[in-house]
């Protein structure tokens, strides 16, 4: 158990809908990291916040958006979904924004969009 | 753009036998280095890091080595258990991002 929760742990929903997806990080983590996992594309960097901050973005689409909150939750919310946005999402945390602070992975959303 | 390539993307060994997998990346100011495990099913972990003021890090039975004028890091797991047996990824990235730039995975077997 790496510390960093994810909720919630399977979502099934229809093309054009629009879901939230919720991370936690390990206590004391200020950095949170979002990535997305599909077969045909491995693992894939969306966005990074720090400390309630947007630090720096991937191929993130513009259907797709995200927060860090006070408390240092974060959410990703995936808007107008489509077949492809099927996958794995995975939040990761480290302790600073260091980009070589070792990030702890949750144990990821499965997001199936029928 | 960013990228890093990984070979083979499947791999089988025999209980024992070495394990080596390569990397090559494609952003020069790239200066940090972590390995990653993901189980099935699980999510990826940390294996080891290597950092580029290094050539090479060991932790038992898993090293990795760094040429930073090619572009090349490698994994290698020497004395491979069935519970070695796992996707593999690589990953890059640069201090003034912060972002992992992931291989595309490698699916160790290795067999009893």
């Known amino acids: 158990d790496s510390g960093v929760t994810q909720t919630p742990k399977h979502l099934i929903t229809a093309t054009g809908q629009r879901v939230t997806l919720r991370c936690s990080p390990r206590?004391?983590?200020?950095?949170v990291y979002w990535y997305q996992q599909s077969l045909d594309q491995g693992l894939q960097f969306l966005i990074h916040?720090?400390?309630?901050?947007?630090?720096a973005k991937g191929n993130i689409l513009e259907r797709f958006s995200a927060q860090q909150f006070p408390d240092l939750h974060s959410e990703l919310n995936l808007s107008s979904l489509e077949l492809g946005d099927s996958a794995l999402y995975f939040c990761?945390?480290?302790?600073?924004?260091?980009?070589?602070?070792?990030?702890?992975f949750g144990p990821g959303t499965r997001l199936t969009v029928l | 753009g960013e990228n890093v390539e990984q070979h083979p993307s499947t791999l089988s060994v025999q209980e024992g036998d070495s394990a080596v997998i390569k990397c090559t990346y494609s952003?020069?100011?790239?200066?940090?280095f972590p390995w990653y495990k993901q189980e099935l099913g699980k999510r990826p972990q940390l294996i080891i890091d290597?950092?580029?003021?290094?050539g090479e890090k060991k932790d038992q039975r898993i090293a990795v080595t760094l040429n930073k004028t090619a572009k090349h890091f490698s994994l290698h797991i020497t004395e491979t258990q069935p519970e070695d047996s796992a996707v593999y990824f690589c990953a890059a990235s640069t201090h003034n991002t912060d972002k992992l730039i992931f291989g595309t995975g490698t699916r160790l077997q290795v067999f009893p």
């Open positions: 206590s004391g983590d200020l950095s």
């Open positions: 916040y720090y400390n309630g901050e947007e630090r």
């Open positions: 952003d020069s100011a790239s200066n940090y």
């Open positions: 990761a945390s480290s302790v600073e924004g260091q980009n070589y602070n070792e990030q702890f």
């Open positions: 290597i950092r580029s003021n290094v």
